[in-house]
């Protein structure tokens, strides 16, 4: 049986490290600190919390360590900068400030395209990666996301009709972590939803693919409007080697839609022989 972790008292597990850039970053350890690390990366305007539903099913074999990203939860929340390589910088400190390496890293979402970065800069950090929802291709000034964010002031609203459909699922996910989710997203200031998305108009990590040499393994919802067909076409194209699975029915958010398949599925990549 796999014990389930209190969304009541998750926050209280968090500790935290001064990086040498000066950054304070919270993080949340889980499992054995004596089996292989995995560092598991949040998306936009998550925390470490958006792991919680999915930890339980790999803490049994793994060391799992989660940060709240720069700007996020109880991290830093700096006026700059908000690019991909910086915060990719941040991981990559912690990753050495905790001795992790060489890590496998999991990315959802934006934490995906920080997973990205961090395989092409500091290849021997990285043992394999898994990008979950996530993409390499530009931020485009058009959508859904970009309307809805360029609306934002503060102080947001978590139940606004935009923060309900953030932080949702295509199929019903646990509603006690959800009102958590949109408490911690809306806790993001506007400054920073505005920044992680503008900076991200005019970086294209496209052309560093070819430089990720870590195993590298692409999971998908077929219903994801963020990460489309495309953008997976574009990774895989750019990526030797990698491996790639989509989930019918599932979408943006599919590690909190099912949690146990997204584990199981990370898991035998993670643990068969390179």
């Not at 339980?56 to 360590?65: G, K, S």
């Not at 911690?184 to 400054?191: D, F, G, I």
């Not at 067909?229 to 574009?234: F, T, W």
Request: aromatic share 8%; proline share 7%; charged share 20%.
């Amino acid at each position: 049986m796999v014990e389930a972790i209190s969304q009541e008292h998750f926050s209280a597990l968090k500790r935290s490290a001064v990086l040498p850039n000066g950054l304070r970053l919270a993080y949340v350890e889980m499992g054995d600190p004596g089996d292989v690390p995995i560092l598991l990366l949040h998306g936009f305007t998550d925390t470490a919390r958006s792991w919680t539903l999915t930890a339980p099913y790999l803490a049994t074999r793994f060391r799992l360590v989660a940060p709240d990203l720069r700007g996020h939860g109880h991290s830093g929340q700096p006026d700059g900068c908000y690019t991909i390589p910086e915060m990719a910088n941040d991981v990559r400190l912690l990753i050495e400030v905790l001795d992790l390496a060489p890590t496998h890293v999991v990315g959802h979402s934006l934490g995906g395209r920080l997973g990205q970065a961090i395989a092409e800069r500091w290849p021997h950090l990285v043992r394999k990666s898994v990008l979950v929802s996530t993409s390499a291709a530009l931020r485009e000034r058009r959508g859904w996301l970009w309307e809805n964010i360029r609306m934002l002031c503060d102080p947001i609203d978590p139940e606004s009709p935009f923060i309900r459909e953030w932080c949702s699922g295509a199929v019903p996910v646990d509603e006690n972590f959800l009102a958590h989710a949109r408490h911690e997203s809306a806790a993001v200031p506007s400054r920073i939803w505005h920044s992680i998305y503008y900076e991200q108009l005019a970086y294209d990590p496209s052309p560093l693919l070819q430089d990720i040499s870590a195993p590298t393994f692409i999971l998908r919802g077929e219903e994801d409007t963020i990460a489309t067909e495309e953008h997976q076409a574009i990774m895989l194209a750019g990526i030797a080697g990698a491996e790639f699975i989509s989930l019918p029915g599932h979408g943006h958010n599919l590690h909190w839609e099912d949690p146990e398949k997204v584990a199981g599925l990370i898991r035998i990549f993670l643990e068969r022989p390179r």
